[in-house]
């Protein structure tokens, strides 16, 4: 049987610290190797044709860590914006980021404006890099432009207008390394999400990891609270 590619895949890169930790390297170079994977998933992704991706970079709670490896996370998102822009836009992927912008730097927001506006036209993958990113803190602010907006009555399925950034809900969850918790990731879209969740640390996670995801995927009975054939 022909195998069914979700349309949004979102991802939890869980793991990268452990990965270091294993073999007596610094946290940080754990996390550089989680962006080579994070590359390579890309690529892939938008080859066997899925629309959307988003993948949780940095959380709000993130912040909590020690101050070496926040501005480790930090550097390594600028790096990256620089040395990704070209293949970005070869590989034809619309760029977007989803999270608050507070106490991110004006030199990295400028960065993420640019090239989100860059790739806006471009038709392959959108990527979604959630970036001082937290699911309440989303859900909040969404109600508050909703109250600024004057509108007194919404219903549920125009919710989604205010998100950070108006797409469709994730149909697969994947998470990394093995913790079964969402983590405020993406409260409101994962409603009905399938959940896979994989021991492989995300600096493991290959093409070979995501097939197996996509496969669980597709082994799976989606009734939205439905009845099967009803
Ligand atoms: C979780 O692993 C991972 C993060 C907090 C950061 C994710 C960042 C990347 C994959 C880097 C690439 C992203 C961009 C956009 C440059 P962890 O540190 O919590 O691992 P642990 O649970 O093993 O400690």
Redesign the pocket.
Known sequence: MESKIPNHIAII???????AEKRGLP?TL??KE??NA?RKIITYAGKIGVKYLTVY??STE?WKRSKDEVDA?MF??KT?LKNEEKSIMKNNVRFLVSGRKDDVSPSLLEAIKKLEDKSKNNTGLTLN?AFNYGGRAEIVDAVNSILKSGIDNLAEEDFSKYLYNNIPDPELLVRT?GELRISNFLLWQIAYSEIYITDA??PDFDEKELDKAIESYNGRDRRFGGVKNA
Do not use: V
Not at 13 to 19: I, K, Q
């Open positions: 890169m869980d793991g990268n610290g452990r990965w946290r754990g996390h989680g962006a994070l970079a940095f993130n996370l390594l998102f990256y890099i390394s640390l995300w």
